[in-house]
């Protein structure tokens, strides 16, 4: 029922940026915590960004000032823009969300729903 598409993913010289989006759709009413992870090729998924329903958001303090995550609650959509890309950004970038009144936990297992991913690729 529940579905979360991303997209705008692509392949981007260092120094440049990309505008991620996440679109959810099959939601409930409940108030939700939107968040974006990524995984490398040969590391671990790691927590990136998220934004809570009133519009707080949390960081990885990898992306800070770089990273900026916003979302359209009208659209059910989380957005994630990524300025100042670096070859260590290159990643799968998926979105999630968590039924939560504030921000969700950073790790992983906290979230209830996942997208497939959307692929980055920062060349040096």
């Known amino acids: 029922q529940v579905q979360l598409v991303e997209s705008g993913g692509g392949l981007v010289q260092a120094g440049g940026s990309l505008r991620l989006s996440c679109a959810a759709s099959g939601l409930s009413r409940i108030k939700n915590a939107m968040a974006w992870f990524r995984q490398a090729p040969g590391k671990e998924r790691e927590f990136v960004a998220a934004?809570?329903?009133?519009?707080?958001?949390d960081y990885a303090d990898s992306v800070k000032g770089r990273f900026t995550i916003s979302r359209d609650n009208a659209k059910n959509t989380v957005y994630l823009q990524i300025n100042s890309l670096q070859p260590e950004d290159t990643a799968v970038y998926c979105c999630a969300v968590k039924y939560d009144m504030g921000l969700p936990s950073k790790q992983s297992s906290g979230m209830d729903y996942w997208g497939e991913g959307t692929l980055v690729t920062v060349s040096s």
């Open positions: 934004v809570s329903w009133s519009g707080k958001t």
